[in-house]
């Protein structure tokens, strides 16, 4: 009953009531703008590294010396490791693309219709029929490379390769047009603008590589655990080949991903600090004000532990229900992100969450309830911990002193 008294101030003491509310609303922010970013920075993480890991290979063959021979036999012995799921001989290379006058580059992938069908992030995106189109002098290309060459399906397009045939003039590249059987759309920009694929044998023919590949693309049951495999696969492959897993390809910018999460977390927790402070010097100002108010408790008979606790609950009571609302505002801003997105870019006209530089064409929340549970304990324990010296100094009070000049 005192605790809830004092923090309903008179109106003289109005300023000690909008420090209180100030405290509030920032622990409120600080445990919402927690919440928000470290659910986005989840999701796009996710995002990330399911659509990369889905595209990409979990582990990669390649040749010692370049080019892999006897890629069928290879790929036979990788699929029978235990924890594979699919194998697939694949031509890598780089092209230029060029398209009624519009050119780009582009990386071109050699990879058999069966495989191509097996890669659920492309062909679930695909349009009826494409697979059916995919065959001699045929290429199936991103949405946005589709958008830069503004081009559709059934148009052609035409490939430069920079290392083509040998003349008596020197090196002439190799040029060749293809038409275009279908478009694909993973979501990533960073693959739907510069991938194009091809079949196999006609990326061999195009690259002069023979009857050799590139690379196998691995394909295993638990991405996390294909450091397991390396060993393994390795034994499979053979002294002709070396395997690469994705953590050997995209650790580095995972590992600056999980860094900036951490940074952006620690960064945050300063606002919930200074609100913290703020219920210190709040709580420190009441104590000062009600400071007679004490001393006569005190010669009532209430014991210091009894002030002691009003204080405290008094400032537990801002946490607490700064705390709260700043949950229920971060988890009601996350399930609705991208509409808010989608708003506040209509409304300020500008591309928030560009897809061309943050990778991803929506922006995600994924709230990990640990990190949440985590967040809000920060929250309450460093509000705790603010009310404990006012609570201290309020209980330590002499009735004496304080009595001395009233």
């Not at 590249?173 to 510069?194: C, E, H, W």
């Not at 590949?213 to 691995?218: A, D």
């Not at 992100?337 to 006209?349: A, N, P, Q, V």
């Amino acid at each position: 009953m005192l605790a809830w008294r004092y923090l309903r101030a008179k109106r003289a003491e109005s300023f000690i009531s909008v420090i209180t509310v100030i405290s509030l609303v920032g622990i409120a922010i600080g445990v919402a703008a927690l919440i928000i970013v470290t659910a986005v920075m989840n999701g796009f993480r996710h995002d990330l590294m399911s659509r990369i890991l889905g595209f990409n290979g979990h582990a990669t063959v390649v040749g010692i010396e370049g080019g892999l021979e006897n890629y069928d036999a290879v790929a036979a012995r990788v699929r029978r490791v235990p924890g594979v799921v699919s194998v697939a001989p694949m031509v890598e290379n780089f092209v230029g693309v060029t398209s009624y006058g519009i050119t780009t580059g582009a990386q071109v992938r050699g990879i058999r219709r069966s495989d191509l069908d097996a890669l659920a992030m492309v062909s679930k995106t695909l349009t009826t029929g494409t697979l059916d189109r995919f065959g001699e002098d045929s290429v199936v290309i991103g949405v946005r490379l589709a958008e830069q060459l503004r081009v559709v399906p059934g148009m052609t397009v035409t490939l430069l390769a920079p290392h083509g045939d040998v003349t008596p003039f020197g090196m002439t590249p190799r040029v060749k047009t293809y038409t275009i059987a279908g478009l694909f759309n993973v979501g990533m920009s960073q693959f739907d603008q510069s991938v194009l694929f091809m079949p196999l044998d006609q990326a061999q023919l195009f690259f002069g590589m023979g009857d050799t590949v590139t690379s196998l693309e691995v394909m295993v049951a638990d991405p996390d655990k294909v450091d397991e495999l390396a060993v393994p696969l390795m034994q499979a492959v053979g002294p002709t080949a070396r395997v690469l897993t994705w953590r050997d390809t995209q650790s580095t910018f995972f590992a600056a991903v999980q860094v900036e999460h951490v940074v952006m977390f620690l960064i945050l927790t300063l606002i919930i600090i200074v609100a913290a402070l703020n219920i210190v010097s709040g709580l420190y100002m009441l104590v000062k004000d009600k400071s007679a108010d004490i001393a006569i408790l005190r010669t009532m008979g209430a014991s210091r532990g009894a002030v002691m606790r009003v204080f405290l609950i008094a400032g537990l009571s801002i946490g607490v229900v700064g705390t709260f609302a700043g949950f229920i505002i971060g988890v009601v801003f996350c399930a609705n992100i991208e509409s808010i997105r989608l708003f506040l870019s209509s409304m300020t006209g500008v591309a928030l969450f560009d897809p061309t530089i943050y990778f991803l064409s929506h922006m995600p929340a994924d709230m990990d309830p640990w990190e949440v549970t985590l967040i809000v304990s920060v929250a309450l324990l460093l509000s705790f911990l603010a009310t404990l010296y006012p609570s201290w100094r309020a209980a330590r009070l002499d009735p004496v002193e304080a009595l001395r000049y009233e």
